[in-house]
């Protein structure tokens, strides 16, 4: 063997190949699972993470079986795989236990609506959050989600067959867990059911949408059930119910004026121009407000003529605010319509002196080119006033006081923690 003279010690010759190691840790990859967030162009990386190896493959099954995205043919062989047969005797697949999120929002035409129950049954042990599916959820379907005991969230907003409230009633009793809840816009006739019906919502109840037929009878037992609200209700969404009025919406406010803290309210056609004004009224104690602009004026807010920014400590709480459109904005008087430079107003004199976040739609016509300054004007007056509360520590920048002395607010808007904090004013894609 040949040897190096000055160190005695023997001479590896190079080689072209190079060795690598076989083996991650199970923390790293951990760790690169956590980047990946669940949705279509992830399911194929998952999958693909998952053939690797033995132990990627047991790392990474749970990722990809927990928030799946169900669609087209992927749809045939999920089916496949977590409700094998319908035998009894034939053995269930261990992976349905590690479906948390059942999302069928994208299936239209390829299921049935026997399938969705079998889903539901063979899911029900760690089911979180269900998505019905638009054409194949049916009253078959009911029995297997009211075994779904764990379920969080129950969204039926895409359900086109009517339901029955009934059903509907008997199975919320059964899922003691549920926090949002989603109606869909096609029900039966509430009407029809003939004597009140007891609603019994969830007893964890945080956010409940209200569409299709939820008007007169249906609210009235709302309205004289106040008792069968949780009170962990802070959210409430009434959207796409062509027969709802604000006479309906407003006594059931007034009900819920002490737990609501975020309300959206838009699609109701038989809502008319200028309704609801005054919301922040009946709702003491509103931060986020999604409305659409048919329903408000320039009096919206019903600011006192004698308020001024002096008075700032007895600011609305509305924190968030996203004006949309519901299709009527076209018959809306321009000499009466909510306009940037009331709002503007309604932020300078301080009467909304909390509000953080300004969403305004496209359709609402702001940011066309005789408004856009307007906008502009508006967002800056936003700014200066996250300015005025950060250097007099108020509201959400209270948690401050004592602390950062010295800061100014240009220099706190450098950090992570206060670009996360300052106000935005965003413009949004009409869906």
Not at 393 to 420: D, I, K, P
């Amino acid at each position: 063997m040949e040897t190096a003279l000055a160190h005695n010690l023997p001479i590896r010759h190079a080689t072209s190949q190079q060795e690598y190691a076989n083996y991650l840790p199970d923390e790293l990859l951990l760790e690169v699972l956590s980047y990946i967030r669940p949705g279509r162009q992830s399911q194929s990386l998952l999958a693909n993470f998952c053939l690797v190896s033995r132990q990627w493959y047991e790392i990474g099954i749970e990722k990809l079986y927990e928030a799946p995205y169900i669609a087209g043919k992927a749809y045939d062989l999920f089916v496949r795989t977590i409700c094998p047969s319908v035998l009894t005797h034939i053995k269930r697949s261990e992976l349905a236990g590690l479906v948390k999120v059942l999302d069928l929002s994208h299936i239209v035409h390829q299921g049935n609506k026997s399938i969705t129950a079998r889903l539901l049954n063979r899911t029900k042990p760690s089911l979180l959050h269900f998505v019905a599916p638009q054409a194949s959820f049916a009253i078959n379907c009911w029995a297997s989600l009211s075994k779904c005991v764990h379920l969080r969230v129950l969204n039926l907003s895409l359900v086109s067959e009517c339901i029955s409230y009934e059903s509907l009633n008997q199975t919320m009793r059964q899922l003691p867990e549920l926090s949002e809840l989603y109606l869909p816009r096609c029900t039966n006739n509430y009407g029809r059911v003939g004597l009140s019906m007891n609603v019994k919502w969830p007893p964890q109840l945080r956010h409940l949408q209200l569409s299709g037929s939820v008007h007169g009878k249906f609210m009235m037992d709302m309205r004289n059930q106040p008792e069968n609200f949780p009170g962990t209700l802070t959210s409430l969404s009434i959207s796409h119910c062509p027969s709802i009025s604000s006479l309906d919406i407003r006594p059931l406010f007034e009900n819920l004026s002490s737990r609501l803290t975020s309300v959206t309210l838009r699609d109701l056609p038989s809502v008319t121009h200028g309704r609801f004004n005054k919301i922040l009224e009946w709702l003491p104690g509103l931060k986020r407000l999604t409305i659409a602009l048919d329903y408000i004026d320039l009096f919206f807010g019903y600011m006192p003529t004698d308020f001024n920014p002096a008075m700032w400590m007895f600011s609305k709480p509305l924190e968030s605010l996203t004006l949309v459109t519901s299709g009527q904005h076209g018959d809306i008087d321009p000499n009466h319509a909510f306009t940037p430079v009331d709002l503007f107003t309604l932020i300078d004199e301080r009467f909304l002196g909390r509000l953080r976040f300004v969403n305004i739609a496209a359709s609402t016509g702001w940011a066309n080119k005789d408004e856009a300054s307007q906008v502009d004007t508006l967002e800056f007056e936003l700014h200066e006033l996250d300015k005025e509360n950060w250097e007099h520590r108020r509201w959400h920048y209270e948690q401050f006081a004592g602390r950062h002395e010295g800061v100014a607010w240009g220099e706190w808007m450098q950090t992570s923690r206060g670009w996360n904090m300052r106000s935005k004013l965003r413009m949004l894609k009409d869906e």
